[in-house]
């Protein structure tokens, strides 16, 4: 049997008594169990109302699991590379 995951990303906080409290609304159809991964900074655990997405990509840069990418082995593309994709 196979399943199929669907990945939707959102904000939220967790508040004093451990409960996670999404920004928005979650789009589901009807209540089912889900996967949560949480992301933390380590800089700052405290509640924060509102995370930019500077912040976020700044977090995610600075990630050790994103190093090997800093090998120039991994330098394969060039801006010169493919065409133009205009969303």
């Known amino acids: 049997m196979s399943?199929?995951?669907?990945?939707?990303?959102?904000?939220g906080f967790v508040n004093a008594q451990h409960e996670l409290l999404l920004d928005e609304k979650f789009p589901m159809i009807k209540p089912s169990r889900v996967r949560v991964i949480i992301m933390i900074t380590e800089e700052d655990t405290s509640f924060s109302e509102t995370v930019s997405e500077a912040e976020w990509l700044k977090v995610a840069s600075q990630n050790p699991a994103f190093d090997f990418l800093k090998d120039a082995k991994e330098?394969?593309?060039?801006?010169?590379?493919?065409?133009?994709?205009?969303?």
């Open 75 to 87: 330098d394969i593309y060039s801006l010169t590379d493919g065409k133009p994709f205009y969303d």
């Open 3 to 11: 399943l199929m995951a669907k990945a939707i990303e959102t904000t």
